[in-house]
């Protein structure tokens, strides 16, 4: 029965671990990575210049949609500091921010004090 139990933990650990390699070969390669203290000084119509400016980097351009000349929609996205997975990304229309999006998944292992 005890080692049924550690199998199958054994299993589940070696599943998460896979998950989590796969989610970090999905982030973006910017040149830096962004925290969130740096992503909450951003706001709504903020141009490009002054987002990238603030988060210390270029983003990786993800994709460009063109409607004529009245629209462009660009989609950026960086590496967040989260460990083992951060990912931000933030949509500016006619180079000002419109829209953000932040995947955050923090995990920590340390040794109980009890």
């Known amino acids: 029965m005890v080692k049924m139990l550690a199998f199958g933990l054994l299993g589940l650990v070696a599943a998460v671990a896979a998950a989590v ?5 999905t982030l973006p390669a910017s040149a830096c990575t962004v925290t969130e203290p740096q992503i909450d000084l951003l706001t709504m119509n903020m141009t490009y210049d002054k987002a990238k400016s603030l988060l210390g980097c270029d983003g990786v351009l993800l994709s460009k949609e063109s409607y004529g000349d009245t629209l462009v929609i660009e989609a950026y996205a960086w590496r967040g500091d989260a460990w083992p997975y951060g990912r931000f990304r933030a949509e500016f229309f006619n180079k000002t921010l419109q829209a953000t999006s932040k995947l955050w998944l923090h995990l920590a292992i340390g040794k109980s004090k009890h």
């Open 21 to 25: 390699g796969i989610a970090r070969h």
